[in-house]
């Protein structure tokens, strides 16, 4: 070792080395010669080729970054020698990078002309403090910041809710960013990462290139894909992303998570089209409360596909769409999962059974409204009533219970019991006073509602009591299953509510009155062409109208039945829980779409038959590369995707602009969004390049050409301005103005 680093460096002759074996790194030995001093450092407890480098590779950087102090290395004996700065200047080098390698700090050129950096700098930091601080740990290598510029990069990271990096190629913005993501993802702090980056004009001018979409963005997300394989097993990576915990792709397939304009959304006031809304509106969170809408983002022309359920209900959504769902795995582990409509082509069942459970809305909160007639009893009366009002209103029923309870809830009127199981609504006192006839007002009621004249096969819920508080729906919902409805309970099996209509109209109202209180209803017709006759007055009397028979699952807090013989037989068996698969996807075309936010804490919101779906990214770690080729209208669409407990990172060069108009969003979130509190930029510059060392030089090469364009133009402005100046200033000096030298109107 000695000899072949003397003849290198050359041998210092005459130095006496201290003799003896108590040595240590601190300890250093000075000597004077001339104008020169030397130091000796003792590097123990540290493999000399880690500290010095394969060939003395790092050795020759030290010497490059202080041409003016010579090395000599004998054992573990360094000698510097030189001016008494540039010694000391070296001696600090010298000993970070010793505290390092006994981190177990694995040392690389870059290691060195960055501590070196840092202790020339002001900052009063240790490199041994900056550098020694690890992200990840892969495959034997440690991923950490490498510059005083990167640790502050990472910190930033860790203590903001949005973080820019931005500055030139090579400075580890992207790698940094990603590794932060893996060890968050790692440690539990987020569910899922998202990786992104643009795709210039992916989905408009790539359309005659060769293979699918997929083939055809990958080119632009491979560096993304390369970072993934090298901070994780690239086993784990493909099942990861399967999975919908990774997920990679452009920036222009990932906010377009959208609807068609005309597909319906929730409100407090009942279903809209979304294209309708405006920031500020509210819509229908799961939690069955309302929520604010924060944005609303056209998509323009998509391809959407109808996604449908195994009870009925459908919507549309194009195949970026989010849907949180939860899988059997999910389920014991007691987690969900967010993935796209396109994830689930092709994989909706496992075996013989579904595979994507969605989550279903708690009990809407709707605006209550005034009504004419008690909920409940106009249950009743459209299960068990004649409301043709071609005659008095009556009641049919076996059951005391409920002709005590209809006549509760209608005081102005009295149950007058008729012949065996029928009774007559009259009004209270009787149909005259004073020789005047009074209209009942039941009747009156009913005529106002509009369901005068219905029979079995076309009574409805008014729609007033459709778009109304909970406790009016449930009432409602009550009186239909207290006397077309019950329980149903089977061996082995949980209980459900059944119920039967001959009115399509009140199949689909009752469909929804269970789904507005968290239920699924499941429908089948039975038809009646075919069916035995049934008997009435001891005759047959053949079926008229289909039947449609529903299977009614509820929550278990939702209680369908007042009638006591219903609801102790109810809730004498356990009841399943309701329960809602994805069961189809087609493709429908391509339609003008839209996207909204919305202020929930879980962002979900309430779609086209109640379906649960949404639109932003919650618990998630969000990096979007090459942002300075963004859009404005880009950026702001990202940047309000943002969900709780989500960290996003957006790096980026803003002297590197490929858009075409060179309106970059990068550019202009720097001005918008400097002032806000949690959200942090960071520049990065060629001191923190930590690719090959020619790399910082390049940059700085053109950041000192750009500088001097901008200056040139700038000289030749101000020359233009001052020439125009003179020009307008000697015009104004001649006699008459500029003017004076044209004819005089009327003169030749």
């Known amino acids: 070792m000695c000899t072949r680093t003397c003849s290198r460096v050359g041998c210092l002759r005459g130095a006496s080395v201290p003799e003896g074996p108590e040595r240590s790194a601190d300890d250093a030995a000075h000597h004077t010669a001339g104008d020169d001093v030397v130091e000796r450092i003792y590097a123990d407890g540290v493999a000399m080729v880690q500290l010095l480098g394969p060939q003395d590779r790092l050795l020759r950087v030290v010497e490059r970054e202080h041409p003016d102090v010579q090395v000599h290395v004998r054992g573990n004996e360094i000698t510097l020698r030189g001016s008494a700065d540039a010694v000391a200047r070296a001696h600090a080098l010298v000993d970070e990078l010793i505290a390092l390698s006994r981190t ?149 397939y990932m906010r377009g998570r959208a609807q068609p304009l005309d597909a319906n959304v929730l409100t407090p006031d009942g279903f809209v089209p979304i294209g309708s809304l405006k920031v500020g509106d509210f819509v229908i969170g799961s939690n069955g409360e309302p929520t604010a809408v924060l944005g609303v983002f056209p998509q323009g022309k998509k391809q959407v596909y109808r996604v449908g359920t195994q009870d009925g209900g459908a919507t549309l959504a194009c195949g970026e ?182 009115s399509a109209r009140l199949r689909d109202d009752v469909v929804y009155l269970v789904r507005s209180l968290g239920g699924v209803a499941y429908v089948r017709t039975r038809a009646a062409e075919g069916r035995t006759p049934g008997v009435a007055g001891g005759r047959p009397v053949p079926y008229v109208h289909d039947a449609y028979v529903m299977d009614i699952r509820l929550p278990d807090h939702v209680e369908p039945f007042r009638l006591t013989r219903k609801r102790d037989r109810y809730r004498a068996t356990p009841v399943g829980r309701p329960q809602r698969y994805v069961h189809s996807i087609e493709p429908a075309g391509e339609v003008e ?16 038959d109640f379906l649960v779906t949404h639109n932003t990214l919650n618990d998630s770690f969000v990096v979007l590369d090459e942002a300075q080729n963004t859009t404005p209208e880009q950026m702001k669409m990202f940047l309000t995707r943002l969900g709780f407990g989500t960290r996003m990172v957006v790096t980026g060069d803003i002297t590197q602009i490929d858009l075409p108009q060179g309106a970059s969003g990068l550019r202009l979130v720097t001005r918008v969004l400097r002032d806000i509190d949690d959200i942090e930029f960071v520049y990065l510059t060629s001191d923190d390049v930590v690719r090959h060392t020619l790399v910082g030089r390049i940059v700085d090469a053109y950041t000192e050409y750009d500088e001097q364009r901008l200056a040139s133009r700038r000289e030749h402005d101000e020359a233009s301005a001052f020439a125009n100046r003179a020009t307008r200033r000697g015009q104004q000096s001649r006699p008459g103005g500029p003017r004076d030298h044209l004819p005089k109107r009327g003169m030749s």
């Not at 440690?187 to 001018?205: D, H, N, Y």
């Open 104 to 252: 177990g700090h694995g040392l690389d050129p870059s290691d060195v002309v960055s501590s070196d950096r840092i202790l020339r700098g002001d900052s009063g930091q240790r490199p041994s403090e900056v550098l020694g601080e690890a992200i990840l740990s892969s495959r034997g290598r440690i991923i950490r910041p490498k510059t005083l510029g990167q640790k502050g990069y990472v910190d930033a990271i860790d203590e903001n809710t949005i973080t820019f990096g931005i500055g030139p190629a090579g400075t580890g913005k992207t790698y940094l960013a990603m590794a932060k993501a893996v060890q968050a993802l790692q440690r539990k702090e987020v569910s899922r990462i998202i990786l992104s980056r643009p795709a210039i004009e992916a989905g408009e001018r790539l359309g005659f290139l060769p293979g699918t979409l997929t083939d055809k963005i990958d080119p632009y997300l491979r560096p993304l894909y390369d970072a993934l394989n090298e901070m994780m097993d690239p086993e784990i990576v493909p099942k990861l992303m399967a999975s919908g915990t990774i997920e990679v792709a452009p920036l222009a």
């Open 321 to 502: 769409h989010l849907w949180t769902v939860t899988t059997r795995d999910d389920k014991r582990r007691g987690r969900s999962r967010v993935i796209q409509t396109s994830d689930m082509v092709g994989n909706l069942r496992a075996s013989h059974y579904h595979r994507y459970e969605l989550p279903l809305v708690e009990p809407v909160h709707m605006v209550a409204q005034p009504i004419p007639l008690d909920a409940y009893a106009l249950g009743l009366l459209l299960g068990d009533g004649c409301i043709t009002t071609r005659t008095t209103p009556t009641f049919c029923t076996a059951d005391a219970e409920l002709v005590e309870r209809l006549s509760d809830c209608i005081p102005e009127i009295d149950v007058v019991h008729k012949d065996r199981y029928d009774y007559v609504l009259q009004r209270k006192g009787g149909g005259g006073r004073g020789g005047v006839i009074t209209a009942n007002p039941l009747t009156t009621i009913i005529r106002d509602l509009g369901l005068a004249g219905t029979t079995s096969s076309t009574k409805f819920v008014p729609s007033q009591y459709l778009v109304n508080s909970v406790e009016v729906r449930l009432a409602l919902l009550q009186g239909l299953l207290d006397t077309d409805g019950g329980p149903v309970a089977q061996r082995s099996r949980s209980c459900r509510v059944q119920y039967t209509t001959t």
């Open 593 to 608: 779409t839209v996207c909204i936010q919305v202020a929930a804490e879980d962002s979900l919101y309430v779609t086209d």
